[in-house]
């Protein structure tokens, strides 16, 4: 994380470069490929969060225009690019597991090109440790300069040490990066980049950058593209969708982009993540409820119940305040499913403090929560404050909340058992291939028994038995659209 500089400009030049580039590779592959039957394969693999699930399906779709198809088996692959996330230390550690064991693969294919990206790399003391231990990498970039991936790949081959190009600022939106979907009845869709909070635990703005917002015509056409080619749900993702087009000049605001995507045909069913609780407005929330198409859910993160906690972290809210939010959408959203993260053992956190939190999960009745232990981020302000509470106190916290947690999942879920509800049709069910699965529109994952043809359709699944993380049914009839 080195000083930040002024905003880079890439302007069409700079993209007509890239994609001059690609087509040149792609010659050289098909050239390559009729001279040896074989097809030439990537293989993308994602850590983190669906920011980087979006940031692979860019990658994917580079790579695609360059000749390459996707393999699911890494032997198979020409080119490996990992993209990684450093929000956790876990996150980091599984990372250099999985370089690791690329050495071999490239041992064996010496003209394997292997990359390694995302958010992790922002981080100078990670590309050194890359660098300097993980030679068999052969490029690394950073959140900011995917784009340039094809000069990047042109540049690798014969090249004997590590391309490193990691850009330190956060660039301008580039819309025109094609884009490769694994799924085609549902999408992730970026609104917005990076994060202004500097929640104090959080590394995430150190490595994405300040907000920047797409502008409302990006987005619409976007989806609106989507929507042509069977696309039923799509997902609006930002790391805080509340603050969207602050930064722009024009009169539009979060709920305004949700009132124009409920407009286009096609589309079924709207989801968004994350909420930033400080920013979730009274016309969000009614938005929600006049729109018939976004779903009866909302991922809120609360992080910790103890005010003190919470003004440690920077959230910018009380105890109080989340409730309030939560009542209001309890109270707008008739059967909304709730969703929230949770952080144990922040520095400074007593047990009194976490029976704070213990006590939100009781009183909100969340469907499902994300729970984290503390992980200390070095650069973020949190990694100064004095942590005494030892792994062993976290971990029997984490258990109790896991065990609380459990109960109201499974009391929660109880209450579907012979209720019948609307699924996206998604594929079939991995567990029993004769099956089918998708999702309610409060998030449940269904595996249901029905017929031919339906998937990307929306049905109708009467639920007859509950697990913990799924309910299993069978269809009634398809929803009439
Ligand atoms: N922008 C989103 C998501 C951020 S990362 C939001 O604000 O909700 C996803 C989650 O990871 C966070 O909500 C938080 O619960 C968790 N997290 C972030 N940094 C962490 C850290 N240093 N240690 C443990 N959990 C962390
Ligand atoms: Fe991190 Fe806070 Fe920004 Fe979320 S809102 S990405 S937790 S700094
Ligand atoms: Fe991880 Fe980056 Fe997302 S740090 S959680 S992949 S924004």
């Known amino acids: 994380m080195s000083e930040r500089k002024a905003p880079m400009i890439i302007d069409n030049v700079e993209i007509a470069r890239q994609k001059e580039i690609a087509r040149r590779i792609r010659a050289n592959n098909d050239v390559e490929q009729l001279r040896t039957g074989k097809q030439k394969r990537m293989h993308v693999i994602t850590f983190g969060c669906q920011q980087n699930n979006s940031d692979s399906e860019k990658i994917m779709g580079l790579l695609a225009e360059m000749g390459y198809t996707n393999t699911d088996i890494k032997e198979m692959a020409d080119v490996i690019i990992i993209n990684t996330c450093c929000v956790r230390e876990n996150a980091e550690l599984k990372l250099y597991g999985n370089i690791g064991a690329l050495k071999r693969l490239k041992a064996d294919n010496p003209s394997l090109i292997i990359g390694v990206c995302g958010c992790m790399m922002q981080q100078e003391h990670a590309v050194e440790m890359i660098r300097k231990k993980y030679r068999h990498v052969d490029i690394i970039f950073g959140t900011h300069n995917i784009y340039k991936l094809p000069e990047l790949m042109e540049r690798s081959i014969g090249e004997k040490y590590t391309l490193i190009d990691i850009l330190n600022t956060e660039g301008m939106i580039i819309e025109d990066i094609p884009v490769l979907r694994e799924e085609k009845f549902k999408a992730w869709v970026t609104i917005?980049?990076?994060?202004?909070?500097?929640?104090?635990?959080?590394?995430?703005?150190?490595?994405?950058?300040?907000?920047?917002s797409r502008k409302p015509e990006d987005i619409i056409r976007e989806i609106e593209d989507l929507a042509k080619d069977g696309c039923k749900e799509v997902t609006l993702l930002g790391q805080n969708v509340n603050s969207y087009g602050k930064d722009l000049n024009m009169d539009v605001d979060f709920a305004d982009i949700i009132r124009m995507v409920n407009e286009i045909e096609g589309i079924e069913r709207i989801r968004f993540m994350t909420s930033h609780p400080k920013d979730i407005s009274d016309k969000l929330i009614s938005t929600m409820r006049d729109c018939k198409k976004v779903c009866e859910q909302l991922h809120l993160p609360f992080q910790a119940g103890s005010n003190k906690i919470l003004r440690r972290m920077n959230r910018k809210y009380t105890k109080e305040?989340?409730?309030?939010?939560i009542l209001k959408a309890k109270q707008e959203i008739p059967g909304v499913a709730l969703s929230t993260d949770v952080i144990v053992g922040?520095?400074?956190?007593?047990d009194e403090d976490f029976e704070e939190t213990l006590d939100v999960l009781k009183r909100v009745e969340f469907d499902q929560v994300f729970m984290f232990i503390y992980s200390k981020r070095i650069g973020t302000s949190a990694a100064e404050m004095e942590d005494t509470a030892t792994y062993e106190d976290k971990h029997r916290n984490f258990e109790r909340l896991v065990k609380l947690q459990n109960e109201i999942s499974k009391k929660l879920n109880d209450a579907y058992m012979d209720r019948c509800v609307e699924v996206l049709a998604e594929g079939n069910s991995k567990n029993d291939?004769?099956?089918y699965t998708g999702r309610t529109?409060?998030?449940?994952?269904?595996n249901f028994t029905g017929v031919e043809g339906?998937?990307?359709?929306?049905?109708?699944?009467?639920i007859n038995e509950i697990h913990s993380w799924f309910l299993n049914g069978e269809m009634v009839n398809e929803v009439k659209e």
């Open 441 to 446: 529109r409060t998030g449940k994952v269904v």
């Open 433 to 435: 291939p004769l099956k």
């Open 321 to 325: 305040e989340y409730l309030n939010k």
């Open 454 to 462: 339906i998937i990307g359709k929306l049905v109708n699944v009467k």
């Open 192 to 212: 917005m980049y990076g994060c202004n909070n500097f929640c104090s635990y959080c590394i995430v703005p150190h490595v994405r950058g300040r907000e920047r």
């Open 346 to 350: 922040f520095p400074g956190e007593t």
